[in-house]
């Protein structure tokens, strides 16, 4: 299934075809159950965006945000995240970074829940995106409470402020530690602490329940695995030591302001900068950079992550206008902007989609995954990413036709000789996902079938025209070599340089010279030869003249300043610069060119001698100058 934009999307390459629309569909292909990746491309910008569209009602899906190595103070790397969670009956779809962080400690910035479970919480008041119960996104401006609920000696309840989860104790501070906090609480004497297990399942802004294991009077509690640790001081310290016990069962509320109940995950991020499908950014900010961003449709069906390259040629990254208006194009009516620059990393399937800015990826705090639960199943399916691609004559292009299963998870292909692929064999040949263009101009329909399972694509080969080479006539000898340099003119009309292994070079007489498959010529033996320059049919002719000869020629004693002319820069005073001839010390002559200048100011400049051209036979491996100074430093 693609989403068709325009019949031939072959405009990596060429730009032959010119679309209304400002975003240009490269690839796009189902990844898993309700789940689509797609490649867009914006040429004048230039912008390369990676993107997941995610059916938040499809059972099988669910939202997860990770954190690096499941360690509130640890880096983690994307692709690390998305392969360490990926599992049967819990495939990790795709994945992006998340939350700006500290680069110190790899603490997030904001808050952050997983599974229901706060992995860090404290009173902010920052922008995080969520995700409940039942599949609602939400984006809110994050503001945190909490309270522990017991039952005093006279069976009634009594409740005590949770300040913050994960964090260091403040004065009469009562705060949750679990195992992101690491193997203890590493908190000083003069507190108390209870060790607590879980009886129901985390949730945020809803009540979880709880027993208490052990209770005592001590520092650096140890937090086995799926337990927590509570710990007082002062006030807190109190309320612990009389209203919590071995046995007892307690409730804990944890609580987010203006957010759906029985929430999830969320992670936190920057700007909000699509509400409600309106632009709600602020006009000055228009920084560039590359981005990741999270969003969802009106109607909370939908949701979109999305990161963009920059910093680079291929792309130079979006301001948050850009990723309002990318956001508005998919579909979106609220997004978020999570943490860009070097951290921007998408992931599908366990693989990297884009080019992250710093050549490689980034460690960072934490992630968003999507998660399918889906059984693995037998091949079933075959997609070709693209709806189209363009390949010059006589090169290879990879299809990249692909097997999956009744539920998009990866499925291998049948053997190729179990398969049926049908395309015009005049125009090219195929073999094992790759398609070789042959010399004949036009488009040819590629399918790929198996059965029912079937996709296809359109293969477009590049025509050029009115090669011209250069240079059309050269001289060179057995050791220098020298390579062409070929333009034509594309499908757009425009005449253009292009990269010399499109062409196939040759020469007439190859006794005489020797040309490689990137257009570098060099001389042989003493002859002339015509080389000849090919893109299928076309052609364009050049001379080779081939000179090889050997010693010393003088090619002038400088006795006259006949058809000599001088000229200066900016630097140089010109009415107090003359040339003139001397007498000669040393060698060949009796004469030298003497120059006698001044400089308008403190700079240094540049004086110019020139005459006329000199044939010469054969190329030289060397020119010398004779060099006489007056040792002012003079060059």
């Not at 072959?10 to 490269?26: D, G, K, P, Q």
């Not at 409470?145 to 403040?170: F, H, M, P």
């Amino acid at each position: 299934m693609k989403r068709i934009l325009a019949i031939l999307t072959l405009l990596t390459l060429i730009s032959t075809f010119i679309f209304a629309e400002e975003y240009h569909l490269v690839e796009h292909y189902q990844i898993g159950p309700g789940t689509y990746y797609s490649y867009y491309e914006e040429y004048t910008r230039p912008w390369s965006i990676y993107v997941t569209e995610i059916d938040l009602k499809n059972p099988h899906l669910k939202l997860k945000t990770v954190k690096a190595q499941d360690k509130l103070r640890a880096f983690e790397d994307a692709l690390s995240m998305s392969k360490r969670n990926d599992a049967e009956g819990h495939r990790v779809v795709m994945g992006t970074n998340g939350d700006f962080y500290n680069t110190s400690t790899g603490i997030p910035s904001n808050l952050q829940v997983s599974n229901g479970e706060f992995i860090h919480a404290y009173t902010t008041n920052k922008n995080a995106f969520t995700y409940s119960e039942g599949g609602i996104p939400d984006i809110c401006s994050v503001i945190f409470s909490g309270k522990i609920i017991a039952k005093n000696t006279s069976d009634e309840d009594v409740l005590y402020t949770l300040s913050a989860v994960n964090r260091d104790r403040s004065a009469n501070g009562l705060v949750m530690y679990n195992n992101y906090y690491g193997s203890s609480t590493g908190t000083s004497a003069g507190g108390f602490e209870c060790l607590v297990t879980p009886v129901s399942d985390w949730y945020v802004n809803d009540t979880v329940f709880a027993v208490i294991e052990t209770c005592e009077a001590s520092a650096n509690r140890s937090i086995p695995n799926g337990k927590f640790v509570l710990s007082g001081v002062g006030n807190a310290k109190d309320f612990l030591e009389k209203n919590c016990a071995p046995g007892d069962t307690i409730r804990i509320v944890q609580e987010l302001a203006d957010s759906p109940r029985r929430l999830t995950q969320l992670m936190g991020g920057g700007v909000f900068f699509l509400r409600n499908g309106v632009d709600v950014v602020s006009p000055s900010d228009v920084v560039r950079h590359p981005r990741t961003g999270v969003g969802f449709s009106a109607d909370s069906t939908k949701l979109f992550l999305m990161v963009v390259d920059g910093r680079a040629p291929h792309s130079i990254g979006m301001d948050y206008h850009h990723m309002a208006d990318f956001f508005s194009f998919m579909g979106a009516a609220h997004a978020l902007n999570l943490d860009g620059g070097g951290s921007s990393t998408m992931v599908v399937r366990n693989s990297i989609m884009n080019k992250p800015s710093d050549g490689s990826e980034r460690k960072n705090s934490n992630g968003m995954l999507c998660i399918s639960d889906a059984p693995n199943g037998d091949f079933t399916h075959i997609q070709i990413p693209r709806d189209s691609i363009a390949v010059y004559k006589n090169k290879t292009v990879y299809i990249g036709a692909s097997g999956w299963d009744e539920n998009y998870n990866p499925a291998s292909l049948p053997a190729w000789n179990d398969l049926t692929v049908s395309y015009d064999n005049t125009l090219g040949n195929f073999d094992a996902n790759q398609f070789t263009a042959l010399e004949k101009n036009g488009d040819t329909y590629l399918k790929v079938a198996h059965g029912d399972a079937a996709d296809s694509l359109i293969v477009h080969i590049i025509e050029l025209t009115d090669l011209s080479v250069y240079p059309d006539t050269l001289t060179l000898d057995s050791v220098n070599s020298i390579q062409y340099e070929v333009k034509a003119r594309n499908e757009a009309g425009e005449f253009l340089s292009f990269r010399n292994h499109l062409f196939k070079f040759s020469v007439l007489d190859p006794t005489i010279a020797d040309i490689s498959d990137e257009g570098v010529i060099i001389g042989k033996k003493n002859g002339e030869t015509a080389v000849i320059i090919g893109y299928g049919e076309e052609k364009d002719t050049v001379h080779a003249i081939i000179q090889i000869g050997s010693g010393e020629v003088v090619i002038d004693e400088l006795e006259s300043l006949d058809a000599w002319t001088i000229r200066s820069d900016e630097y140089i005073n010109d009415d107090e610069t003359s040339v003139s001839l001397c007498d000669r010390i040393a060698g060949s002559g009796t004469k030298a060119i003497k120059v006698d200048y001044s400089r308008t100011g403190r700079e240094d400049g540049n004086i110019y001698l020139e005459t006329e051209p000199v044939d010469l036979y054969g190329v030289p491996s060397d020119i010398l100058i004779d060099i006489q100074s007056d040792n002012e430093r003079h060059w």
